[in-house]
């Protein structure tokens, strides 16, 4: 069964590093999400794309966020200048259409030092 | 602004009970609402999907029902396994496809 995978699964940066967190979607998949989990907290939305552009974002997903999709199986999340609040579990999730199930990776933790 | 809440946050079961577990949602403009399972420190594996026309949705012993004017939601776990300790997240689905979570349920089921 086709699945969305995430790499790596644990990445740990200092604080003021850049981070480029990777998931490659479901193939036949058309629009493409990022979540993260703080840790003890709920699961937040922070992006959509599709068609190449963000379609929404959340007030988290600020300057220093960017997503990609450099090719047509890649699908990144970039964090130019990472802070100590920024640790926590990163879920990409993709779906065929924006009201079907979402299918998630298995996440990469990150954590900032 | 939407807002989806989870009751109860914990719940310690014997094997093989039934159990209901709860999603709330402030706003009733939803397009669907999904519930996943997680395991400590594992992604979020897509339990059942409820659209928005549709009032349940059955996948073996689990079945989630859904009732959009009161923004509520259950699901219901049929003779309960040590297997099924987890966490359940609830989410609704906007237009957009963003998804926003409950705090979810952690389950523990006893041998």
């Known amino acids: 069964e086709p699945e969305v995978t995430q790499t790596p699964s644990h990445q740990v940066t200092q604080m003021g590093q850049e981070v480029i967190l990777r998931c490659v979607p479901i193939?036949?998949?058309?629009?493409f999400y990022w979540y993260r989990q703080i840790l003890g907290q709920k699961v937040e939305f922070l992006v959509s794309?599709?068609?190449?552009?963000?379609?929404?974002k959340s007030e988290i997903f600020d300057d220093q966020f960017s997503v990609e999709r450099p090719d047509g199986s890649n699908f990144t999340l970039k964090i130019r200048s990472t802070k100590l609040e920024d640790s926590a579990m990163y879920f990409c999730?993709?779906?065929?259409?924006?009201?079907?199930?979402?299918?998630f990776g298995p996440g990469t933790r990150l954590t900032v030092t | 602004k939407q807002e989806v809440t989870q009751i109860p946050a914990a719940l310690s079961v014997p094997e093989g009970e039934n159990l209901v577990l709860n999603c709330s949602f402030t706003?009733?403009?939803?397009?669907?609402l999904q519930w996943f399972r997680q395991d400590p420190g594992k992604g979020l594996t897509s339990l059942l999907l409820?659209?928005?026309?549709?009032r349940e949705q059955t996948s073996g012993r689990l079945n989630a029902s859904l009732d959009k004017s009161s923004g509520r939601s259950t699901l219901y776990i049929a003779a309960s396994q040590p297997g099924d300790s987890a966490t359940y997240l609830c989410?609704?689905?906007?237009?957009?496809?963003?998804?926003?979570f409950g705090q979810g349920t952690t389950l523990q089921v006893k041998p």
């Open positions: 999730a993709s779906t065929p259409t924006e009201t079907y199930e979402q299918y």
């Open positions: 193939s036949n998949h058309l629009y």
């Open positions: 794309f599709y068609n190449n552009e963000i379609s929404e």
């Open positions: 706003d009733s403009a939803i397009y669907n």
């Open positions: 409820i659209q928005s026309s549709q």
């Open positions: 989410a609704v689905s906007s237009n957009t496809g963003k998804l926003i």
